[in-house]
């Protein structure tokens, strides 16, 4: 009676759990701010503010309401009237086509409206009339065509004005005049083709104005005369990429009243001249050529209208220069940083040769980048190029991507000249600089102030190479030599200037021969980065010496499968350690892997990425306590590959593109730990995580954990997985059925387990009754159940593992004609490789375990047969070896060729010794799937002898 009742209450139970459901609430998020609420009912597809849900908020104290990333298409007058504090709305990315004209009624108290990426068209004098106190308004990626000259007269208190991304097509008189205020105005991507004289009448204080990507060229008629005079606060300007002819000058007394401007971006003609309109502009410090660059010729009086003005940075960018003359520069006595980047058919001894004009100046920056990158020659810098370089005295030098195959050793390291006296830092990488790359920094090598040396990427690699160099098999190294470990290992020398902070020699050398040597920086007291990534080091058996105050180094790219756990045991100051594509030993790291992080106490940042491990030892950073970033992403790790009760500090934890399937709960409870001391981020991408019913843990806790994953907002928790059913699914669509699959998995489970422990509780009376009575008899009997017990078909999961090669015919053969013939027409379990293994698969476990779960080997012998490796070696072997006394009939051999034409196999040999003949079948390949060859084969599996 007892047991009844509990039945009972289990039943309640489930029937009360299948009934539960949850409301749909539409503002998912509501937080209280210190001066009010904020409501967040964005990205919930609303369609209509009546399905907005904000009961149980005093609608008084709302200050911010988000209703972006929505539906909504049309907006009512009066429709928020009832929240009187509201200070901030956001309406972005809707469908809003128009406005009532009383539309923002009541919300006096309004600060910032956003109706960016709408469908806005025409806004009337009325739409912002009850906004006096607005301070931004975002008007941007709409479709709106005219401004009218009152549309903005109430908006005293605007600042900021964002109107980009629309299809205005000209600025009429007194547009702005009302916004006295305002300090930021956008008008990029629009259709603007002309400005009358007054469009930027009453913006006294503007400060930023955007009018790039239009259709303004630059003309009298579409600038008229003084057409800036209200602008003289203005100081960054934006004119790029709206005039593309290729020939013209600047207009007229246009310019003129911007004596404030310090940004001026602008577009450029062929012959570009910056005359006596610019004069006016003495404040401005950057001019940037970069958007739209049409110039070729830059001569010497192109500048001479900015003589007198505090230009310290030009930047051309992607311009066809063919000319510059050597006194270009000359009338720029504040030049302080020149770019020149994306020049592809100038050459680099040509813009070297133009820095006439700045001998004997202190420049911040000479930057060139990717010049002469595209012609069919590489470059050589000696010391006539480089003759007007010497004399000048820049700290930051940069000559990368120029296709230079040579630089003399008089070029750049002549000493007692202004360069080689100032120069702090020089970046010369990704080039082809060959043979003479040591050259470069030995020249370096004198007590001057070079503080950063870049030099990585000059090797110009195979296709093959590369692949090899980047990819996550290293297999493909096996051309470097690992080399036996010389117990006469010696030591290498590498003298640095005694102020460098900064190498970079990655990628330099297509590999390094296998030298038992140990490295030692004598003068590096200051060396912090050391970046030795990609060299194609064969052999790590070395340790570091003299780099007792570096904080990071780089040795990604190398094929270490041969190391030394001494390699970093004098790294005392070490932070950050990159082993990314590394080439551990995986059972190097797991049992020596303590040994070799014993001494770098210091890291916070460790990267063990694309290394291929399928396991670590989980306390081999346990000295590791300073931890911060660690990256084991895109290895073969099933599971957390750290004890994280080791790393209190740890912010960030990579772990996507691993095989993670699920996380145990101690695993989610470190993790959790971590998030509740600090924020905490930890990626999962690319794992094969599952939801199936025993999982479903792991899904509820990805969704409610306060760890940050990998995206934003909901999304972060949004991960593929496969059901028990291999359907492949989301962690979001589980957690969207969460109550279906709930019932699914534990109300019928748990059902069940009371209905089996009553089951259990009968079952055990009768089993006890039983045994006292007759426990001799059982004993006796059970003994004799074991001896003569032999293993029967129903004892397998499967009739017959079928074996044959890789080759396309046996494949079609097994896959096809033995399918239809056997296990359709004679309802034979077989069990083919190609249909059951999954990739990635280990094989040889594959075919052990297949061997075990068969009830008969059936061998498909074949010419291809014979050459595969796989088929006729191992899987021959194991074969051979699960035939026993009790399954003497375990292997059916199917020839099907000729034996005699056939080369000669031993290891089948050996097997046919051990092979009835009445399982030797001959079948021809082309037997149709009628044929009564294939019931014989089909009664021979099936037999039970």
């Not at 078909?793 to 239809?820: G, K, M, P, W």
Request: aromatic letters at 8%; one cysteine or more.
């Amino acid at each position: 009676m007892k047991m009844m009742k509990r039945i009972g209450v289990v039943l309640v139970w489930f029937l009360v759990a299948s009934c539960v459901s949850s409301r749909d609430v539409v503002c998912r998020s509501r937080s209280r701010a210190q001066n009010g609420t904020l409501v967040d009912c964005s990205h919930t597809q609303v369609t209509s503010l009546s399905d907005v849900d904000i009961s149980g908020v005093d609608v008084s104290d709302v200050i911010l309401l988000d209703l972006s990333n929505n539906q909504l298409s049309e907006w009512r007058s009066g429709s928020l009237s009832d929240l009187s504090s509201l200070r901030h709305l956001n309406l972005g990315h809707n469908d809003l086509q128009e406005l009532d004209q009383h539309a923002f009624q009541g919300l006096e108290e309004l600060e910032t409206l956003d109706l960016s990426y709408n469908n806005l068209t025409a806004l009337t004098s009325r739409t912002f009339a009850n906004l006096p106190h607005l301070q931004r308004l975002l008007l941007d990626h709409n479709q709106v065509t005219s401004l009218g000259t009152d549309l903005f007269e109430n908006l005293t208190h605007l600042r900021h004005l964002d109107l980009g991304h629309n299809h205005l097509q000209v600025l009429y008189n007194n547009t702005f005049s009302s916004l006295a205020h305002l300090n930021w105005l956008g008008l990029g991507s629009n259709r603007l083709q002309r400005l009358e004289a007054g469009a930027m009448t009453g913006l006294d204080r503007l400060i930023n104005l955007d009018l790039s990507l239009n259709k303004l060229q630059l003309t009298s008629s579409v600038y008229p005369a003084r057409v800036f005079a209200s602008l003289g606060q203005l100081q960054l300007l934006r004119l790029e990429n709206n005039d593309h002819d290729q020939n013209g000058e600047y207009p007229d007394n246009v310019f003129s009243d911007l004596v404030s401007l310090t940004l001026l971006s602008i577009d450029t003609f062929s012959d570009v001249h910056f005359g006596r309109d610019f004069a006016a502009l003495r404040n401005i410090h950057t001019l940037d050529l970069s958007k739209n660059c049409r110039i070729s010729r830059i001569f010497n009086t192109s500048f001479e209208g900015l003589k007198n003005s505090t230009l310290s940075f030009i930047y051309f960018q992607y311009c066809s220069l063919q000319i510059i003359e050597a006194c270009a520069f000359c009338e720029l006595p504040a030049l302080d940083r020149l770019w020149f980047m994306y020049s592809y058919y100038q050459t680099p001894n040509h813009i070297l040769e133009s820095l006439y004009g700045l001998q004997h100046q202190n420049m911040t920056e000479i930057k060139l980048q990717s010049i002469g990158d595209r012609l069919p020659l590489y470059h050589v810098i000696d010391s006539h190029s480089a003759r007007y370089l010497q004399q000048i005295c820049v700290k930051n030098f940069t000559m990368s991507t120029c296709s230079i195959q040579r630089i003399a050793g008089n070029a750049l390291a002549v000493q007692n000249t202004p360069f080689f006296r100032c120069v702090e830092h020089i970046d010369v990488s990704m080039n082809a600089i060959i043979g003479d790359a040591s050259t470069l920094i030995k020249m370096m090598m004198s007590d001057g102030p070079l503080r950063s040396l870049a030099l990585q990427d000059q090797i110009r690699f195979t296709i093959t190479g590369a692949q090899c160099l980047v990819s996550g098999d290293f297999r493909c190294k096996d051309h470097f030599r690992d080399g036996g470990y010389d117990e006469n290992t010696y030591t290498m020398g590498f003298r640095t200037p005694m102020n460098i902070s900064y190498i970079n020699i990655s990628s330099i050398f297509p590999h390094l021969d296998p030298l038992p040597v140990n490295w030692t920086f004598p003068s590096a007291k200051h060396l912090k980065i050391l970046d030795l990534s990609y060299l194609g080091f064969a052999n790590c058996r070395m340790t570091f010496y003299g780099l007792e105050n570096l904080e990071t180094l780089s040795l990604n790219g190398n094929y270490c499968h041969n190391m030394t756990e001494k390699m970093f045991d004098f790294l005392d100051s070490l932070t950050n350690l990159s082993l990314s594509n590394f080439g551990f030993n995986p059972l190097f790291l797991k049992s020596r892997g303590w040994r070799l992080f014993q001494n770098v106490d210091q890291l916070q940042f460790l990267d063990l990425s694309r290394n291929d491990l399928p396991f670590t030892d989980p306390d081999m950073l346990r000295v590791q306590r300073r931890l911060k970033e660690l990256d084991f992403s895109d290895n073969r790790l099933q599971k957390v590959p750290v004890n994280l009760d080791n790393h209190g500090d740890l912010t960030t934890l990579d772990l996507s593109h691993n095989s993670l399937s699920t996380l145990t709960s101690s695993e989610r409870s470190a993790l959790d730990s971590l998030a509740g001391r600090h924020a905490f981020s930890l990626k999962l991408l690319g794992n094969p995580l599952e939801c199936a019913c025993f999982n479903l843990d792991v899904v509820q806790w990805l969704w409610h954990t306060p760890v940050s994953l990998d995206g934003e907002g909901r999304q972060a928790a949004n991960y593929t997985c496969t059901t028990e059913t291999g359907e492949i699914t989301s962690t979001e669509r589980v957690m969207a059925q969460w109550m279906s699959h709930w019932r699914r998995c534990v109300g019928v489970q748990m059902f069940g387990i009371a209905l089996s422990a009553l089951l259990v509780q009968l079952l055990a009376i009768v089993v006890t009754f039983i045994v006292v009575r007759s426990w001799t008899q059982l004993c006796y009997a059970w003994k004799a159940i074991r001896r003569y017990r032999l293993p029967r078909r129903h004892h397998f999961h499967r009739d017959a593992y079928v074996v044959y090669s890789e080759a396309q015919d046996d494949v079609i053969l097994a896959c096809v004609t033995l399918r239809e013939a056997v296990e359709e027409q004679y309802n034979v379990r077989l069990l083919l490789r190609d249909r059951e293994e999954l990739p990635g698969s280990v094989r040889a476990e594959n075919v052990v375990q297949h061997i075990d779960d068969s009830w008969k080997v059936v061998l498909l012998v074949t010419r291809d047969f014979s050459k595969d490796e796989w088929a006729c070696g191992f899987t021959v072997q194991q074969a051979q070896r699960s035939i026993t006394d009790t399954m003497p009939d375990r292997v059916i051999v199917v020839f099907l060729e000729e034996p005699r034409d056939l080369p000669a196999m031993p290891s089948l040999q050996l097997l046919l010794r051990m092979v009835p003949e009445r399982n030797i079948l001959h079948v021809h390949r082309d037997t149709p799937p009628q044929h009564q060859v294939w019931k014989t084969l089909a009664d021979l599996i099936t037999t039970e002898h």
